[in-house]
């Protein structure tokens, strides 16, 4: 009995942590990964592992930090995954045209947001997709919290640099 009741009690906990933390998530990944189906499947596998390393964490800035942390990873396994590195799909599918210059400024962010370095492109997304703080950033990325001011600075240097004239100016 005690360990059906041990199932259904994490079920309701990744119920609750899919209802809070699904579409966050995802938009991170979608930010990252730039590709709306993997993000899906990087989402998915993400929970996977918070399913399987489970433990309740009281403190909910922490849990949130410790469910991005997941999910940045797991985005990262993607990115350098051997899949990913052999395959082109623009050389698979020539027929398909290549992705257009974003016509908007919002459109444009993005675009210079991920063609920033990855070390960059992490506390920007973080900070500003995710709403945490440089000391959640910190434990996210298991870096101290001076590293992580000093690449948000530089990250929004250059963001500025890059979209000068345009309505992001003051990032």
């Known amino acids: ?3 059906i009741q041990q199932t259904s009690g994490s079920t309701a906990e990744m119920e609750r942590l ?3 933390y699904g579409t966050g998530m995802l938009r991170m990944c979608c930010v990252y990964l730039a590709d709306e189906h993997l993000a899906q499947d990087a989402v998915q596998d993400a929970f996977i592992k ?3 390393s489970y433990r309740p964490i009281p403190d909910k800035a922490a849990e949130k930090a410790w469910v991005m942390k997941v ?3 797991v985005c990262k396994d993607y990115l350098r995954s051997a899949w990913k590195r052999r395959v082109n799909l623009v050389d698979q599918y020539p027929e398909i045209p290549a992705q257009e210059a974003p016509k908007t400024e919002e459109g444009r962010l993005v675009q ?3 063609a920033l370095k990855p070390k960059y492109r992490e506390v920007i997304l973080l900070h500003y997709y995710q ?3 440089v000391g959640e950033i910190a434990q996210v ?3 101290p919290q001076s590293t992580v001011s000093i690449r948000l600075r530089r990250a929004r240097d250059l963001l500025k640099k ?4 345009g309505p992001y100016e003051e990032l």
């Open 162 to 165: 890059r979209l000068e004239g």
């Open 131 to 133: 709403q945490l703080r």
């Open 18 to 20: 899919v209802e809070e």
């Open 141 to 143: 990325l298991g870096a």
């Open 50 to 52: 918070i399913y399987r």
């Open 1 to 3: 009995m005690g360990l």
């Open 71 to 73: 999910t940045v990873n």
């Open 112 to 114: 210079e947001i991920m």
